[in-house]
């Protein structure tokens, strides 16, 4: 320590440090240099901080004393568990929620009875303890899922059955964990048992109905905030682990509800999940798993042969029960070797959850440190395992898959943003974020288009300034940016120029009204800018407008008219639709006639795509009018529409945009022009609409359309 008495500069370096400077500094360099290190040896970073604690620890060098972080550490305790239930892809559990609870009472019951058995009669443990550390063999983490997300199988089957086991063993593993912990301050009568199912169905109801509808106000109302976001949702973290220690319960399950009700409402793709994981992963979880490694003491195993031996029974229970349960899973359903060695990988390692019960046990008295000390060494061998065994079996799936005939190869994707409002360009690239396919290496590409004109230089520097904020909106969400300036005659040149040298898929483009009286007169005669670059632009289009943030949406309400998916686009967009759905945590309901319901459930069968869908009416394009009555102000409408002369095209679309204004001004809209053959035409000035032979009481109604502003103009002129 470092003490300043008149002009005299000292250093105490006593130990342990008691100075929180230097305190702070030693850790934030374990928590820098022990992954760096141990990655060498291709040991789990979460291994590496438990052994750096062991390390620095009382029963290590004694150079920090564990009190010293154990602010950080209980919050990283309750992080881990709230990054769990946030993480939780709910969309995918839906889908496979029978194969997921046949899955997860396998992983839960066979490690949790033969846990019993072991605890009992080989470990000699007594009842409390023996419910304890039984109930800890039937937890996993998924520490090897991003393995598994990097080879790309992810829609696996058996992925997804996995992560689905994974809420409902932990959940059960939390809820007994309550009545341990009530048991062994000796409450555990008919009033214990009374108050608990009381106090945990309000506990239950005020996280996740009320906390949902508290943070979809929040949200709304406070939009550019980041900062304040940041701290809504940390606040609402502890305050469920407070909630949950009212009801009787332990505070690591107020935080896991805590990311379930949540989980909806934070798209995985966003700015603030980027900063929740960035902060937790950063900070809070390698305080906590230092502070585990503290508490180890490795000596206790010299001193007999009772410490080795409860490690290695822990040890290889574990490992062997949850074999068992994938085994059992394979025979039910019929799943392949590689399936069951997938499942069994990403089932088999113990880390977040597994530590929280043995440490509160450790805590409460009910295990002494040969439990806990086993119990590290379990985390060490079963992460390894974990790792081994999901890439060894997630090679061979997605080699399999890879070689499937059915795989189709597309180009890589390439979305481009054009802006010019700079009150637009968080919006528009937060979706464009939601509907990227993470696979996807190629970057965003936000677009300013400068006319070429006498104050074209003046322009771009101008626009020089408003992408900076596209770049550090980007950043936010670790999306790769590739800033495109384009001096053009006018915009629609300019984006149609950019689409074909970048090879752009996706178009997403702002929502623009034409307001003035001589915009809308020029638009009647030379078309809008839409439309001109609908006339160039035959790739996807995305006309986008939001009044509230997408993560607050209920619902997607997906309009697809007659011949939709005849279109050569509707395999494209329908994926982006689905995939933003799961973003935003919204239930998709599609609209469209008897024949298109067939071929998208044809469509989601072969991609194997899960969401929570519904499906409505819509035969006739005025039946538009009463679906809006059904829409809320928290639903998405994404209307499918179509170029002129196209397959799909029908009169009644011609003026959508205008209708869809006035009939939803409230609402957040997308107007979708999905990617169409372009019409052949070489001839200079000839334009798609005249190659559609339209009948000759369709241009008397534009005439007389045109007509009509004009009449409207000189009226205006004439009363001013």
């Known amino acids: 320590m470092i003490v300043l008495t008149g002009t005299l500069l000292t250093l105490n370096t006593h130990l342990p440090l008691t100075d929180p400077i230097p305190i702070y500094s030693l850790v934030l360099f374990i928590i820098l240099l022990a992954p760096i290190i141990l990655r060498k040896f291709r040991i789990p970073s979460i291994v590496g901080l438990i052994l750096a604690g062991m390390l620095i620890g009382d029963h290590g060098f004694k150079i920090i004393e564990r009190g010293s972080i154990d602010l950080f550490g209980k919050a990283g305790l309750l992080y881990i568990m709230f990054l769990a239930g946030l993480e939780l892809d709910m969309g995918e559990f839906r889908k496979n929620r029978h194969r997921s609870l046949v899955f997860g009472s396998f992983t839960f019951f066979i490690p949790l009875i033969l846990g019993y058995f072991v605890c009992t009669y080989v470990l000699h443990f007594n009842f409390i303890a023996t419910a304890l550390v039984s109930s800890m063999f039937a937890t996993h983490t998924l520490v090897a899922y991003p393995l598994a997300s990097s080879l790309g199988i992810t829609k696996n089957e058996a992925v997804t059955v996995a992560v689905g086991g994974t809420i409902i063993t932990d959940t059960a593993v939390l809820l007994i964990l309550a009545v341990i912990t009530g048991a062994q301050a000796g409450n555990l009568n008919t009033a214990f048992w009374i108050k608990l199912g009381i106090s945990m169905v309000v506990f239950s109801v005020t996280i996740l ?86 508490l180890v003491d490795l000596r206790v195993l010299l001193e007999g042969p009772e410490a080795l031996i409860i490690a290695g029974v822990l040890t290889t229970l574990a490992l062997v029960s949850k074999w068992l349960a994938a085994f059992f899973t394979q025979l039910v359903f019929g799943y392949t070797r590689a399936q069951r060695n997938l499942m069994y990988g990403l089932s088999s390692a113990h880390a977040a959850a597994t530590i929280a019960v043995i440490l509160i046990g450790f805590n409460m008295g009910i295990i002494d440190r040969n439990v806990l000390n086993g119990t590290v060494i379990l985390i060490l061998i079963t992460c390894l395992v974990a790792s081994f065994v999901t890439g060894s079996a997630g090679r061979k799936l997605a080699v399999a898959a890879a070689n499937e005939p059915s795989v189709k190869r597309e180009e890589p994707e390439r979305i481009l943003v054009p802006v010019s409002n700079p009150q637009r360009i968080e919006s528009l690239l937060d979706f ?25 230089k003046d322009q771009i520097l101008h626009t020089s300034r408003m992408m900076e904020k596209a770049v550090v909106h980007a950043a936010a969400t670790e999306s790769a940016v590739q800033v495109v300036t384009r001096v053009d005659l006018n915009v629609a040149d300019g984006i149609a120029r950019a689409t074909k040298e970048l090879l752009i898929t996706d178009v997403v483009l702002g929502w623009t009204e034409r307001s003035s009286t001589t915009e809308r007169f020029f638009g009647t005669i030379f078309g809008t800018t839409l439309d001109n670059i609908l006339h160039e632009v035959w790739e996807t289009v995305y006309v986008c407008a939001f009044h509230q943030p997408l993560n607050v949406m209920q619902r997607l309400v997906l309009v697809l008219p ?97 209708r869809l204004a006035r009939y939803f001004k409230n609402n957040n809209m997308i107007l979708l022009y999905p990617e169409q053959a372009a019409l052949d035409y070489n001839e200079p000035g000839l334009r798609p609409e005249d190659l559609t032979l339209e009948p000759i009481q369709e241009q008397l109604a534009n005439l007389s359309r045109l007509g009509r502003a004009l009449r409207r103009i000189f009226k205006r002129k004439a009363k001013a």
């Open 209 to 294: 109905w009320a906390f949902p509808l508290l943070g979809r106000w929040f949200f709304k109302k406070i939009k550019d905030d980041k900062t304040s976001h940041f701290i809504f949702v940390l606040g609402l973290v502890f305050l469920a682990a407070f909630l949950a220690e009212l009801a009787g319960v332990e505070g690591i399950i107020g935080a896991f509800l805590a990311g379930l009700a949540l989980n909806t409402l934070i798209p995985h793709t966003s700015p603030l999940m980027n900063r929740i994981e960035f902060v937790g992963n950063a900070l809070f979880i390698p305080f906590f798993l230092i502070s585990v490694g503290m």
């Open 432 to 456: 464009a974020v939601m509907i990227k396919d993470p696979a996807a290496a190629t970057p965003l590409y936000p677009l300013a288009v400068v006319q070429d004109d006498n104050k074209a």
């Open 562 to 658: 007659h011949n939709a998916c005849y279109e050569a686009g509707f395999a494209h967009y329908m994926q982006k639709m689905v995939m933003l759905s799961k973003q935003a945590g919204a239930r998709m309901v599609i609209a469209c006639t008897a024949e298109t319901k067939l071929r998208v459930e044809e469509w989601l069968r072969q991609t194997r795509n899960s969401v929570q869908l519904a499906y409505r009416s819509f035969d006739e394009a005025e039946d538009l009018l009463v679906l809006g009555k059904e829409i809320a102000d928290d639903d998405l409408l994404v209307m499918v529409t179509a170029r002129k002369g196209t397959l799909s095209y029908s009169k009644y679309l011609e003026n959508l945009p205008g």
